[in-house]
């Protein structure tokens, strides 16, 4: 059985920081690519990072980049997305998931973040 499980999201000012963790098993981790959405409030859920198996090339949507760092230990089996100079907008459930390629194979069931103004 394939389980993600986030932790670290939480209430933040604005210019705070978070890291959220995502541990995973049931799978090849260093096989997959793992990476991060978001959804808020009445809006879809959206890309906010992805990193290969290798740990190189993560690709990062442009609202986030320069402020969040994702990073994997495939040997602990665990995504991170480090979140810095948080503003408002990046209020949102944050999910971590997992994918051979193409669309998510697999997805957490989420952790919430709020920065408050």
């Known amino acids: 059985q394939v389980q993600l499980v986030e932790s670290g999201g939480g209430l933040v000012q604005a210019g705070g920081s978070l890291r959220l963790s995502c541990v995973v098993s049931?799978?090849?981790?260093?096989?997959?690519?793992m990476g991060w959405y978001r959804q808020a409030p009445g809006k879809e859920r959206e890309f906010v990072a992805s990193i290969p198996w290798s740990g190189g090339s993560t690709v990062y949507a442009d609202s986030v980049k320069g402020r969040f760092t994702c990073s994997r230990d495939n040997a602990k089996n665990t995504v991170y997305l480090q979140m810095n100079s948080l503003k408002p907008e990046d209020t949102a459930i944050y999910y971590c998931y997992a994918r051979r390629s193409g669309t998510p194979n697999y997805w957490g069931q989420g952790t919430q973040v709020t920065v408050s103004s």
């Open positions: 049931g799978l090849t981790f260093s096989t997959y690519v």
